[in-house]
């Protein structure tokens, strides 16, 4: 069983990243959008790591303020991958980006995380 989130790099504020998180092991089954969750945290040094987006199933999407029509969750149809776009980075989204999968309601995965860094 294994998550492992890429994308991550060095980029100028207001430019895009796209992170993708990959799942492995069967716990995971066939399709991400069977998933019942997935969600990106990202933490910086000192702080605690905070909530960017959930998606939920059934339920919704919810995006932390700070990231609203900006950042977007997506799952693949058809293969055990999630994304995250973001756009118009800001030097405040410099962080670690983790993903968060729980393929049911009773067990939750994390992947290693991956840097990212808005930086003129």
């Known amino acids: 069983v294994q998550l492992v989130e890429s994308g991550g790099g060095l980029v100028q504020p207001g430019g895009s990243l796209r992170l993708d998180c990959a799942a492995s092991?069967?716990?995971?089954?066939?399709?991400?959008?069977?998933?019942?969750?997935v969600a990106w945290y990202r933490q910086t040094p000192g702080k605690e790591r905070e909530l960017v987006v959930e998606?939920?199933?059934?339920?919704?999407?919810n995006y932390a303020d700070s990231v609203k029509g900006r950042f977007t969750i997506s799952r693949s149809n058809g293969r055990n991958m999630a994304y995250l776009q973001m756009d118009s980075l800001k030097p405040e989204a410099t962080a670690v980006y983790y993903c968060?999968?729980?393929?049911?309601?009773?067990?939750?995965?994390w992947g290693q995380g991956t840097q990212v860094i808005v930086s003129s």
């Open positions: 968060n999968v729980r393929p049911n309601r009773f067990i939750e995965y």
């Open positions: 998606s939920v199933r059934p339920g919704g999407t």
């Open positions: 092991g069967t716990i995971f089954g066939a399709n991400a959008m069977g998933w019942y969750r």
